[in-house]
């Protein structure tokens, strides 16, 4: 597919209920055309650090997600809380409209609320192939590592999912574009907005840019929009190869 429609749900979590936050975005996606939708991190509850009272135990949003998608026709992308054999994950899943999917469980945890104290870190990068797009999946605080999300010629687009607030979101916007400059790929960041049950408030932040670190998304009252072009991807990276120049990492 030479283009790539991606909507970003402008999502105010409703703090810990998962069938108030299920049904908003049903709403929110009734009419949708995208060929992707994306929801923010911990989009059924919000990001609550008490894991046992929140996590999924019988896949119940997953399920969910699968029904969505293929209600849509949209794959369907977002974090939750995800309890496994007694540990817990902040897994991205990426459901496609069929009910196949993907996941990547978030690799650097926020130490600064606690993060680390509940939940396991994953181990894998997971970049999904969709419609012959590659698509890095990373979770929030995974922004700030670049090493983690560096580009081996092995993806197109990297999509970021977040409840980063406003005290830091300077930060955000930043290294959004500074992604996608460096490996030369879209970076789609979704935030979520409104107030959580920390009183921690999140503005409208979520933006597409492009390899050139512009921003080419569009927003709404409860969307933010973006085509993604692949004949423009390949004409930039061809005109500029800086990817060939770069440094080689191992991930420990």
Known sequence: METLKVTGLNLDIIWKDKTANFQQIERQTEHSKADIIMLPEMFPTGFYMKAEEIADRDNETLRWMKSLAAKTGSALC???????????????????????????DKRHLFSFSGEHKTYSPGTERVIV???????????????????????ND???????????????????????????????????????????????????????????????????????????????????????????????FRIL
């Not at 309890?83 to 897994?91: A, I, L, T």
């Not at 840019?209 to 004409?235: C, P």
């Open 154 to 248: 092995d993806y197109d687009a990297i999509f970021y999912v977040a409840n980063w607030p406003e005290a830091r979101i300077d930060a955000w916007q930043t290294l959004l574009k500074a992604r996608a400059i460096e490996n030369q790929c879209y970076v789609f960041g979704l935030n979520r907005i409104g107030t959580d049950g920390n009183n921690l408030h999140y503005p409208q932040s979520s933006y597409c840019f492009n390899a050139n670190g512009e921003i080419i998304s569009e927003v709404t009252d409860q969307q933010v929009i973006a085509e993604l072009d692949m004949e423009s991807l390949n004409n930039f990276r061809e005109k500029f190869q800086f990817l060939g120049d770069r440094d080689f």
């Open 78 to 104: 977002g974090s939750a809380s995800v309890n496994e054999s007694g540990k817990f994950y902040n897994r991205f899943y990426f459901v496609n409209p069929h009910g196949s999917y993907q996941f990547y």
């Open 129 to 151: 192939n969709f419609n012959g797009w590659r698509i890095l999946l990373q979770v929030c605080y995974d922004l700030r590592f670049p090493v983690f999300a560096r580009n």
